[in-house]
């Protein structure tokens, strides 16, 4: 990817107003990036992803953010490895995807053991389980804050919003199984863009 930020924002086809792209990261670069993700993100990993490629590090733009995080979403592992992955070898190639999936899952294992260890000894405390509800919902509102952010490249698109409601209905409303939802809306979604111009 080349770092000429406003070339890369007109290829987008976006018409938001960024700061030029900061270089492209180096090896050493994307690992550090995700592990401070993977610190500070631990029990809501995606909004503080989002916040490091696009604002901090400008590495993207917010449109081209939302499309590479569509296509991890529908390929199957979690979305945030996935896009880590992504990101990493769209800069360096395999040693780039190599490099940030490291510095993704390197912390949070790492924390994720100790927390699992203190859990089960004193997972009977009124107050330990308080203390995870609590966390519980602080990830889900920083999950819905992330859906917002995402939804906005999208505002003058309504085509495109008409897809993502109709993705949430069939989901969250019918309940019906992601899987077999993404196989028939991914086809059904790029020809009904692709016929609209939308």
Sequence with gaps: MDSGGDERGEAAGGTEAREPA???PSLAGLFLGFLTVGLLGFGGVLPIARRMIIEDKRWMTAAEFADLLGLCQFLPGG???NLSVAVGFSFRG??????????LVTMPGAIVIALGILYTRFQDDP???HVFAGLAATAAGLLIATAVK?????RDKPVRIGIALLCFGAVAILRLPL????IVLAPFSMLVIRL???
């Design 22 to 24: 900061l270089p492209d």
């Design 79 to 81: 979305n945030v490895i």
């Design 94 to 103: 395999s040693a780039g995807a190599a490099a940030a999936l490291l510095g």
């Design 127 to 129: 107050q330990v389980r």
């Design 150 to 154: 995402l939804a906005l490249p999208l």
């Design 179 to 182: 899987v077999p939802t993404l």
């Design 196 to 198: 609209t111009r939308g």
